[in-house]
């Protein structure tokens, strides 16, 4: 059975960090390509960070380049969003998403940026 378990999210003030993981299990997790997503309320779901299988390439939103960092630990089957001087525009539910032939996506988790 094939599961992507987010967590490290909650609320945070301007300016303060959250470690999001992504836990992922019944699938090759090495062979699929890693990305976090974010829907804002309102707002279409967008590609906040993508990583290759290595973890050798990485990509980010323009919104988010210099304060987000993802990363993964194959041995742990577990991607990880960091994510500093987060702004009350960052709020949002944050998925995790594995694509390779298949496609597959976590429940979320939420991240609320407010003073």
């Known amino acids: 059975q094939v599961q992507l378990v987010e967590s490290g999210g909650g609320l945070v003030q301007p300016g303060g960090s959250l470690r999001l993981s992504c836990a992922a299990s019944g699938f090759t997790f090495s062979s699929y390509v890693m990305s976090w997503y974010r829907q804002a309320p309102g707002k279409e779901r967008e590609l906040v960070a993508i990583i290759n299988r290595i973890g050798g390439v990485t990509n980010y939103a323009e919104s988010v380049k210099g304060r987000f960092t993802i990363s993964r630990d194959n041995a742990k089957n577990t991607v990880y969003l960091q994510m500093n001087s987060l702004k009350p525009e960052d709020t949002a539910v944050y998925y995790c998403?594995?694509?390779?032939?298949?496609?597959?996506w976590g429940q979320g988790t939420q991240v609320t940026v407010s003073s």
């Open positions: 998403n594995a694509r390779h032939v298949l496609d597959y």
